[in-house]
Structures are given as C-alpha cells and as structure tokens.
C-alpha cells in the first residue's frame, strides 16, 4: 500500500467514526416539544411582507430571529438595507436582515444558510380550518401560516447546530446564517446586500445551503434547479374613458377584444408557445436528464387528484415532469381594468391590462425574451390595424438556475438522505422561481444545493398551510447529518 496515502485515508476513517449521529439524533427526538413549541411562538408572529400595517410585527420577528441565534453564542448582526418606496410617495424601513457566524476555523468548510421568516397574507376568512396564526397540530402536521414557507426549515436549521453545542460537540463546519424578511416581496435590498459583503461576510463561505423547497412525493429530494421568471403587463388604451356598451358597441374598436385578441396568440391549446424563437433558446433535454426523470417517483393520478382536474396537459410522467421544471411556459394571470365584480356592468373599459409571465429555463436570457416578445405582439397587434395603442412592460426579469448534480455538496445530500430515512432521494427541479439562487451564483461564485425538508403536499402560499411533525423533527436531523457530510468533502493531494 502506498504509505503516503495512508494519514488521509485515516484521517477519514476517524471523521467517520468520530461523528455520533445517534446521540444527536436522540437529543432530537429529546427535544421535539420544544422544537414545536418555538414553532409556534414564531408563528404566532404574524410577518405579513406584503402588508406595510404589519411591518412592525416583521421588524419583531427578525429580533427574535436574531435573539435566537444570540443565545446560542452566534456572532450576530442585524443589518440595514434600506427603504422601501410605497405607491403614495412615502418610505418605510425594510426589515434588517439578520447574519450570523457559529465557528471560524480556518481548517473547517464554512457553509452559509439562507433562509427567510417573512409569510403569505392568510386570514381565517380565507378557508383556513384553524387560526393560521396559532399553530394546531391536527394527526402530525402542523397547520400555521409560514409553518413550512420557511419558519420550520430554518429552525431546523439552528436546532442542528444547538444540538451539537447542546452536547458539547464541535460543529463539524462553521455555520453562517443569512435570514431576511422580504422574500416573499421580491427581497427588497438583499441583492444588494448580498453585493456589498461579498468581500467581507462571504468572502470564507465555501458552500451554500437553501432550503426554501419541498418534496415532490413522500421521498425526500434534492433541488438543483429552478425556473427564472419573466413577467409583462400588455396594455391596450384606446377611448378617454369607460363607454356604454348599448350606447357606443358597436361603433368602437373596443380594447379588450384587441387585448383577447393578441393574448390568443401567445400559446396554442396543446401549450405550445407561439411566440418565435423561445423555445429554440431552451437547452436540449439530455439522455441523462431523461433517466433522471424516469426514476424519480411521482404518480400523475395523486398529482391530478391534489390539484382537481380531470386531464393534465401531458399523459406521462417524463414528459410532465419535463414541462414543469425544464420548459418555458406561458400563465396568462388577470386583467387590470376590466369589470369583475359580482354582478353585471354594461362597460366599455377604455383601458386594459393583460399581465402574464413566461417562465425561464437555461439557456433562456430575460432581455432576449422581453425583444421577443415586445416585437411579437406589437406585430400581431399591427396585423389588427386597430386604432387603439399598445404598451409592453416587462416587470420581472428573473434567470433560472442550475446546480451541477456531480458536485460533492449533492453526494453529500444523498449520504445524508441515506443515513437518515434510509432511501435513495429523488434528483429533482423546482418549477417556480427563488431568485435569491441565482443572486447568490452570480454575485459570490460560490456552490449551492438546495436541501428541502417541506413535504409536497404543504399548502404553501394557500389555505392550512401546514408542516408534518416528521418532516421537521427527521429534516433537523438531516440537517445534522449533512454538516457532518459536507465536513468531510475534501481535496487530497500527495
């Protein structure tokens, strides 16, 4: 044997065996009416992004996110980002967004956690069985406004490193913590954020960690991929104001029907996209992609029976799978100015505006897309030779992102998933957009896995919103195993 390869293989060996999963797995189990219990005071805070009346109770949930992570002996900061400029003029202090350092080990990986604390608006009114804003566990889940989107990932998150310290083990990396309190709002100020430390904060980070996702069945996953988003208003003006129908039909080329009329063109019934050169910019669907697709499980039954329709746009699992996560698409969402009320209006509107939005998938670019369709329908809307006049906007622009699934940090998830629920997880892609990825490539250059411990079945953004005790007590545990995981990603030269 070749004795210079001897001290790593056992400097490995001893890692391997040094790392005590059942007793941090024990304490766990120990701990998890705690666990619920913190669950529940933070859900109890009603952080509502979207809704500036209730920014004092988003300021009160980072200081108790950071006071948290105080008592734990974090290094811990709460950071300015600024104002937010309200549609009157006025300004608002954005919530900080709080940073945190367990561990500073030069010899040590140092992961950096992203997470966020902020929630969907939800009202008992809405459909909820329960109080959305008083956790009540109902057969294992845990039904509360922001229970899985994201307040029980990223207690998790800090349960794991509370359980090391908890039993006087040294963290197996140095943990860093990025949480804010706007994702659910665009993220007002965290890119920038993001850019300013990036020398400073980020510049030891090694790896970093998301988990801001779920399951896609009951088998846990790893994401490596999401779809970017780009979203547009068409508008078409053409009166000075509202009109009668029984007085002026008739006599007027309405703006709604030109607005009808262009948005028909944008995808066929089949879910083509109509619009030229989109889908020629998207990446070639690989053989090993298509493996990867095959063996992940899914069934398109529960999946039709989840959402209530009776037919799917695609009849089998590749091919949905496929249309979902690694194909542009084309949502038409509402129309501004148009009557909607209950009731009957005779109207005329004068002025309408379509929004709808094209999901972005390698190797799309959002400014391409925003030419492609500008130029499209403007011509489609000239082929109508109508008098009234159209405006595009582009008002989101965000880029997919893609993870390399060969890196260590995923082979450091699968051994993980292993160690804790004993199964192979699922390689899968996300179909909605978390920017936030994408920033953190583009800016620090580091590596990133997202690491999902929300069950597929959650109900985020939507009424009874839930996280299952088991996820969060066995995603705590995952969380441990994979730090230990990563702890032993390594380069060994002799």
Known sequence: MNLQVLPSILLLVSA?????YSELAQ???????DYVETLREWVA??????????????HRMMETVAQKLRLLGGTVELVNVGEQELPDGQTLELPKVVTAQFGSDPSKHTVCIYGHVDVQPAKLEDGWATDPYNLTEINGNLYGRGASDNKAPVLAWIHAVEAYQALSMDLPVNVKFVIEG???????GLDAMILAQRDTFFSDVDYIIISDCGWLS?????TYGTRGNCYFFAEVEGPKQDLHSGVYGGTVIEPMTDLIGILDTLISPSGKILIPGIREAVAPLSDEEWRLYQ???????????????????YNNKVDLLAHRWRWPTVSI???????????????IPAKVTAKFSIRQVPDMDPAIVKKQVTDYLHSVFAKRKSPNKLKVTMVIGAKPWLADIQHPLYEAGKAAVKRVFSVDPDLIREGGTIPIARTFQDVTAKSIIMLPIGGFDDGLHSQNE???RYNYIEGTKLFIAYLNEVSQIKTTSV
């Open 45 to 58: 805070i009603e952080s509502d992004s979207s809704n500036v009346q209730k920014r004092p109770e988003l």
């Open 16 to 20: 391997v065996h040094a790392f005590q």
């Open 466 to 468: 839930k996280m299952s």
């Open 218 to 222: 009951r088998r846990p996953a790893l």
């Open 333 to 347: 969402h509402g129309i501004e100015g148009a009557f909607s009320d209950p009731g009957t209006k005779t109207v």
């Open 27 to 33: 304490y766990v189990d120990n701990h998890q009416e």
């Open 295 to 313: 063996d992940i499980q899914f069934d398109l039954d529960d999946y039709k029976n989840k959402i209530g329709v009776s037919q799917l746009m």
């Open 182 to 188: 706007m994702e659910e709002t665009g993220s007002n």
